[in-house]
Each structure stands twice: as structure tokens, then as C-alpha cells.
């Protein structure tokens, strides 16, 4: 059985907390969660600001604003025409279920929060995940293509799993913590970067030692 805390360890160990999810309230951070789909976080980051300056991180604002004038604003993430019509689907089931209050959604148990959130149209399992833990601070691992790549080139995943194969290999051995959960996927993110890419970086890796890929092209 892989020893999961202690790749953990290794990762914090060299790159150090990375302090996620960066965001004033958990509204902004499932907005960000669903702006974030098929871009990078700077791009998001442009379009938060948008929303911000023209006070519109409220469910009140953002069913107000008309759908062209959202697009306008989210624009700098890309695909702003199906993100715009995604996060006004999002904050009318709020209204309509909820209040206008996410932690409501969020505050159900577990399973519950997260059927309902993968119901939502435009919501997969990964944003459904990252507004979960990021914005509810419950315990529900994200997954990312960072994370299939690594766990296949350390061997402790075939390559061929589903999302919900992997979530279940983590959450099946880590400790059910909140604050582990968030530092461990911001870690396998800035490895995938740094260097288990596509083309992956082996000489500066902190994993090198226990990794069957770099064992089997030395």
C-alpha cells in the first residue's frame, strides 16, 4: 500500500504551504471554482476582479446583472458565454433552494452537498470537489489531471481510473482532514508544474527515489 503521508511529506517538505484557495469569501471561492474550468487561475483572477469592481459577488448581483453584461465582465476566463449562463443557473438554485446562502448547500452532509452540486448543470466532480473543500472546508479530496499523472508515474495508479476512482484511493487512506486535503492537492499542482509535466522534469523532483517512471528511464 502506498505510503500516501509520506509523499505528502516529502512535497511539503520542498515546496513549503501553498496557502490555497486564494479568495475573500467561500461565495467567491465557488465562483472562482466554476470560472476556472478549461483556463488558468490568472485569467480567473482578471474576471474576480471585474466582478468585484462592479459589486457583483453576491447571488443578488449576479441574477440582476442581464446575461450579456456577466459575459462582459467574466470575459478574461474564456468560454464567458457558457460560464456566464452556468453561474446564473448556480446562484438561482441558491435562491431557489437555499436562501440565497451557499453555506447552506454546503453545511448538508456530505454526500448530499455533493449529489447536489453534481447536478447543477456545468458542475463536475472536480468543481463540485473544490467548492466543497475550498468554500465548505469539508473534507472531499480534489482531483485534477495533475493528480492522475503523478499517483501513474509513482505506480500506484493504472492510468486508465475514472475521477471517481482516484478520489476514492485517497480518501480511502488519508486521514479525513480538511486542512491535509487543501495543502495536498495544492502540492500535486505546483509538482505538476514544476516537474512531473508532460515532459516531466526528473533531475529536480523530490519523489525521484520512489518513482517506478524514473526507476524505468534513468
Same mark, same amino acid.
Given at each position: 500500500?502506498?505510503? &500516501?503521508?509520506?509523499?505528502? %511529506?516529502? /512535497? +511539503?517538505?520542498?515546496? $513549503?504551504?501553498?496557502?490555497?484557495?486564494?479568495?475573500?469569501?467561500?461565495?467567491?471561492?465557488?465562483?472562482?471554482?466554476?470560472?476556472?474550468?478549461?483556463?488558468?487561475?490568472?485569467?480567473?483572477?482578471?474576471?474576480?476582479?471585474?466582478?468585484?469592481?462592479?459589486?457583483?459577488?453576491?447571488?443578488?448581483?449576479?441574477?440582476?446583472?442581464?446575461?450579456?453584461?456577466?459575459?462582459?465582465?467574466?470575459?478574461?476566463?474564456?468560454?464567458?458565454?457558457?460560464?456566464?449562463?452556468?453561474?446564473?443557473?448556480?446562484?438561482?438554485?441558491?435562491?431557489?433552494?437555499?436562501?440565497?446562502?451557499?453555506?447552506?448547500?454546503?453545511?448538508?452532509? &456530505?454526500?448530499?452537498?455533493? %449529489?447536489? /452540486? +453534481?447536478?447543477?448543470? $456545468?458542475?463536475?466532480?472536480?468543481?463540485?470537489?473544490?467548492?466543497?473543500?475550498?468554500?465548505?472546508?469539508?473534507?472531499?479530496?480534489?482531483?485534477?489531471?495533475?493528480?492522475?499523472?503523478?499517483?501513474?508515474?509513482?505506480?500506484?495508479?493504472?492510468?486508465?481510473?475514472?475521477?471517481?476512482?482516484?478520489?476514492?484511493?485517497?480518501?480511502?487512506?488519508?486521514?479525513?482532514?480538511?486542512?491535509?486535503?487543501?495543502?495536498?492537492?495544492?502540492?500535486?499542482?505546483?509538482?505538476?508544474?514544476?516537474?512531473?509535466?508532460?515532459?516531466?522534469?526528473?533531475?529536480?523532483?523530490?519523489?525521484?527515489?520512489?518513482?517506478?517512471?524514473?526507476?524505468?528511464?534513468?
Amino acid at each position: 500500500m502506498p505510503d &500516501l503521508m509520506q509523499i505528502y %511529506r516529502q /512535497l +511539503l517538505e520542498h515546496y $513549503g504551504h501553498r496557502h490555497w484557495w486564494p479568495a475573500e469569501t467561500p461565495f467567491e471561492v465557488a465562483i472562482g471554482a466554476i470560472l476556472t474550468q478549461n483556463t488558468n487561475w490568472a485569467n480567473v483572477e482578471k474576471a474576480i476582479i471585474n466582478l468585484r469592481r462592479a459589486e457583483a459577488l453576491e447571488v443578488e448581483s449576479i441574477l440582476t446583472l442581464d446575461k450579456e453584461s456577466l459575459e462582459q465582465l467574466i470575459r478574461p476566463s474564456g468560454f464567458f458565454r457558457q460560464k456566464a449562463e452556468r453561474l446564473q443557473l448556480f446562484c438561482q438554485h441558491l435562491r431557489q433552494f437555499h436562501q440565497d446562502r451557499l453555506e447552506l448547500l454546503l453545511q448538508q452532509p &456530505l454526500t448530499i452537498a455533493r %449529489r447536489e /452540486l +453534481l447536478a447543477l448543470k $456545468g458542475i463536475g466532480p472536480e468543481t463540485a470537489d473544490s467548492i466543497l473543500l475550498y468554500a465548505g472546508q469539508r473534507p472531499s479530496f480534489v482531483v485534477d489531471a495533475y493528480t492522475g499523472r503523478l499517483f501513474k508515474r509513482l505506480g500506484h495508479l493504472e492510468g486508465a481510473e475514472k475521477y471517481a476512482q482516484i478520489r476514492d484511493f485517497f480518501m480511502a487512506r488519508l486521514p479525513q482532514e480538511v486542512p491535509l486535503y487543501n495543502e495536498y492537492h495544492a502540492l500535486i499542482v505546483i509538482h505538476g508544474k514544476e516537474c512531473c509535466r508532460k515532459r516531466p522534469i526528473c533531475n529536480n523532483c523530490p519523489l525521484q527515489s520512489r518513482c517506478r517512471y524514473r526507476q524505468q528511464n534513468p
